[in-house]
């Protein structure tokens, strides 16, 4: 296994990863070796320009400034082993919303608005009308996030399975939903585990997991390139599940991104309580 096999985490962390190379005679020459889906999204380079780029690009200041996120990012380095140097950029929480552009800054407005309207929408709302209204929900946070596929899973301890019961797709998206009916737990245990604890699942680059990964398996065939999947959890019930594909595109969600999110399955987890709502026939809306 060579050096730069044995660290795969990097690959899939939910931050900004980048890996150099750095010739002992001159180590402040240290050159691309590869990058994490996330730390191309963030720099908004490709693999081909980041080939043109050194450690010292991006190591030289302790702040980076994202045009393509609009965001703040602290500049962090170590040396897994010798000859090698990883750059990470991990996104600065807090900051003072004038340094966004104004595009940025509407549109996490408009995302804490919709979730706002969210969850006026679903007070008092009568158990017949909640599939369409779960539908034209997930149409809206699908449209919100720039997701290609919105849904939400339930699991089943009893059978030790998970099924998709609703599901939206953006034009062109094939949908997945009857594919995806009593999949077994024993394929996704790391999944499973992550909502037990209330975590979610964030894969930034599904293509990258390794290969013969159970999960990558499983995601591959769909098309995704990155999702996100975040736990109905009350307490310690797990219901199951409300998750985002992006399938044209790698997806980079932010800190703030998936806390609006996640407020959207603490969300089902009230409707849940409250209505204990089953689907006899999974719904998929495009």
Not at 123 to 149: C, M
Not at 164 to 191: H, K, M, R
Request: glycine letters at 4%.
């Amino acid at each position: 296994m060579s050096k730069i096999d044995y660290f795969q985490w990097w690959r899939q962390a939910p931050f900004a990863c980048a890996l150099f190379r750095s010739p002992q005679e001159q180590p402040e020459q240290a050159e691309f070796v590869a990058a994490n889906a996330v730390f191309k999204v963030v720099t908004g380079l490709s693999s081909e320009q980041l080939q043109l780029c050194q450690a010292e690009d991006f190591n030289r200041r302790a702040v980076y400034y994202s045009v393509n996120t609009s965001l703040s990012y602290q500049v962090q380095s170590y040396a897994p082993d010798i000859g090698l140097l990883l750059i990470t950029l991990h996104q600065i929480p807090n900051v003072n919303m004038s340094v966004f552009r104004a595009d940025s800054a509407m549109d996490t407005q408009s995302l804490t608005a919709l979730m706002l309207d969210i969850a006026q929408r679903f007070i008092g709302i009568e158990n017949d009308e909640l599939p369409v209204l779960l539908n034209q929900t997930l149409a809206q946070l699908g449209s919100a996030v720039a997701a290609d596929r919105v849904y939400i899973f339930d699991y089943d301890f009893n059978k030790q399975t998970c099924s998709n019961t609703f599901e939206w797709c953006a034009n062109g998206i094939v949908p997945e939903i009857n594919n995806l009916q009593q999949v077994p737990l024993t394929a996704i245990p790391q999944w499973v585990n992550a909502h037990q604890r209330g975590g979610e699942m964030y894969i930034p680059d599904v293509p990258s997991l390794p290969h013969g990964d159970a999960l990558k398996q499983l995601l591959q065939p769909q098309g995704i390139k990155s999702l996100l999947a975040l736990p109905i959890l009350a307490d310690t019930e797990l219901f199951g599940f409300v998750g985002f594909d992006s399938v044209k595109q790698h997806h980079y969600y932010s800190e703030h991104q998936r806390l609006l999110l996640g407020v959207f399955s603490r969300m089902l987890v009230k409707i849940k309580q409250q209505y204990r709502f089953e689907s006899a026939i999974p719904q998929t809306l495009a």
